[in-house]
């Protein structure tokens, strides 16, 4: 399975906007919590995971999120295909992550605040990997 973006949209009258995405089927979600980088400069990467899903959302400003699908989780090659979204609180798209990924997470503007949801509980399983941010060439 590939990531995707799940399209939301908004909708404006003189009340004010609605936001809303009506394809995210989140029955799936067990948990969720909020990422904000310390600032715009910084890159939160490479986590990910060999089971789990998650489903990033922004909740203000907008991201840069780049996905590696991992070939070898001990030793995995460092030249493997980048996938890059770009996600925005202007509209309530959600990016789906599917088991097998390594995500880096760049805010674009100050203060974003990204959403993250996952399909398993804290502690319910033991699927945490992490690379050095510099492991994969980021030249491509």
Known sequence: ??????????????????????????????????IEN???DFIRAWQ?????????????GSF???LIAVDNWESPSVN???HIFKISSETLDVLHIPAGYISSIKALTDKAKLLVMAD??????????RYDAGYFDTNK
């Open 1 to 34: 399975m590939l990531p995707q973006i799940i399209k939301g949209n908004a909708h404006s009258d003189d009340r004010g906007v609605l936001y809303y995405n009506n394809n995210f089927n989140a029955s799936a979600i067990k948990r969720l919590y909020f």
């Open 38 to 40: 310390r600032d715009a």
């Open 48 to 60: 990910g995971h060999k089971i789990e899903q998650r489903w990033f959302s922004a909740a203000n």
């Open 64 to 66: 840069e999120i780049k």
């Open 80 to 82: 493997l295909e980048q």
């Open 120 to 129: 398993y509980g804290l502690g319910e399983i033991k699927d945490e990997y």
